[in-house]
């Protein structure tokens, strides 16, 4: 139930952001609706052990809420608004969002988006990282804390594969979430997805081209928009400690409930194409 209350909750404040990043509310039903009962996030709403994913969607969902916050009001007519608590109060939730999930430590790139895409100097990217700096510094500390208490930056699973096997295993690693983002047919606790032993065409040559083409894809879509740009971000970050592949036991090696958050900035990406397709079809079949 608690679960379950929490992804309520993300999916709440996701339609809410999705509204103030001026999406209409059409568009923003549609995609909360999508990620609310989208088959990947069985294992993180079901399963206790998914909660880490839904505590840090809901702190760093907040943290930007509060961002976004700080930036209405820095660019408000009214000289006067303080806009420093909403700046505290993203800090204090990006903070909870590392407590929840270190993936939060790769996340600081979102802000110095939202910094530089918002910023009335266009250009001036010295002031957005000054702006980003206080979320930079908090994820310093919790790196070195958790390096304190660990003894150790990561520990390898057991029987952990090589680093040359973790880099070819990559590209058939990324095709499969994609193939679970767009195609979720078969949903399980464990799939039979295992380390790419040597190179060949279907384990390594095929993924690495549609990886390719996708990337390229989705480097497409950023460039059409700054909300665009941001689910790309939104997708990516989160979704980097994937390719930590050594991190996993080789039967393990994949799980849906990383692309929790990333399910979203997918959606975030492709939905104003979407939008653009339909309208550009109805204005020439009217």
Same mark, same amino acid.
């Given at each position: 139930l608690f679960n379950v209350l929490l992804h309520i909750g993300v999916c709440l404040l996701a339609f809410l952001l999705l509204r103030r990043w001026n999406f209409s509310a059409l568009i923003s039903f549609a995609i909360t609706l999508i990620f609310a009962v989208h088959p990947v996030h069985v294992e993180s709403v079901a399963w206790v052990?998914?909660?880490?994913?839904?505590?840090f969607g809901i702190f760093f969902l907040g943290s930007l809420w509060f961002t976004q916050n700080f930036l209405d009001k820095k660019s408000a007519a009214d000289a006067n608004t303080n806009a420093t608590l909403d700046l505290i109060l993203a800090i204090v939730f990006y903070v909870f969002a590392l407590g929840s999930k270190e993936?939060?430590?790769? $996340?600081?790139?979102? !802000? =110095? +988006?939202?910094?530089?895409?918002?910023?009335?100097?266009? *250009?001036?990217?010295?002031?957005?990282?000054?702006?980003?700096?206080?979320?930079?510094?908090a994820a310093i500390i919790y790196f070195f804390i958790r390096w304190a208490i660990l003894g150790a930056i990561s520990r390898p699973a057991e029987e952990a594969v090589s680093f040359e096997t973790a880099l070819i295993s990559a590209p058939a690693v990324f095709v499969f979430y994609l193939k679970q983002i767009i195609f979720p047919i078969s949903i399980a606790a464990?799939?039979?997805?295992?380390?790419?032993?040597?190179?060949?065409?279907?384990?390594?040559?095929?993924?690495?081209m549609i990886s390719i083409v996708? $990337?390229?894809s989705? !480097? =497409? +879509?950023?460039?059409?928009?700054?909300?665009?740009?941001? *689910?790309?971000?939104?997708?990516?970050?989160?979704?980097?400690?994937?390719?930590?592949?050594?991190?996993?036991?080789?039967?393990?090696?994949?799980?849906?409930?990383?692309?929790?958050?990333?399910?979203?900035?997918?959606?975030?990406?492709?939905?104003p194409l979407l939008q653009d397709l339909f309208t550009k079809y109805f204005k020439e079949n009217s």
């Open positions: 052990s998914g909660s880490p994913d839904l505590l993936v939060a430590l790769l $996340c600081v790139p979102v !802000y =110095l +988006l939202m910094f530089s895409g918002n910023s009335d100097q266009s *250009g001036n990217y010295k002031t957005s990282i000054i702006k980003t700096m206080p979320f930079f510094i464990n799939y039979p997805l295992r380390p790419v032993l040597q190179i060949d065409f279907f384990g390594f040559f095929l993924p690495l996708a $990337c390229f989705f !480097y =497409l +879509l950023a460039r059409r928009s700054f909300i665009q740009k941001l *689910g790309l971000a939104l997708f990516i970050f989160p979704l980097l400690p994937i390719f930590n592949i050594s991190a996993f036991i080789p039967e393990q090696i994949v799980h849906d409930r990383y692309l929790y958050l990333p399910l979203l900035g997918f959606l975030m990406m492709i939905f």
